[in-house]
């Protein structure tokens, strides 16, 4: 069976803009766009979500991690050393039981992709478009604005972050 992994989780603003949203601490994983907050719904860059945990009670050779729902990368280091990086669509890896201690801390760096600051740029009237539909058409009548260009006015900011939920599941082997 799958242990979930619990704990106060922070999510810290490590890079990306326009500006680096404030530290939050979540029961559980969310995505950072799951608010209202300005900030978080434009931030397009890195977040890194931490939680500490104890060893499972359940021993096995190895851990099926499964970090649950991503958007878009995670990068994954466990007590300082990086483990893998994942890009989907499936956010699942074996980890080796030697690799956890009786008290660990997980971190796992998730980059979303520009989309978000494209449509907050877009929204606040900034110049952000370098080309004049030669490499960007508007194929799509809702991405045209009244002069027939480009625009992301309409675009909903895509859900960003780890959503989880986070699990370790023993398995009897080590591939």
Known sequence: AALPVTGKWSVEFTSGGPVLPAVLTLDQ???????ADEALQSFSGTATYRVAFGAPATKAPAYLVDLGKVSRSAEIWLNGKKITTLLGPVYRFVLPAAALHQT??????????MINRIIAMERQGQEWKKFYNVN????????RDARELFTALRWQPEASGLAGPVTLTPVNFIP
């Open 29 to 35: 994983p969310e995505y950072w766009t799951a608010g």
């Open 104 to 113: 660990n801390q997980l971190e796992i760096r998730v980059s979303n992709g």
């Open 136 to 143: 960007f058409p508007t194929r799509l009548a809702e991405n």
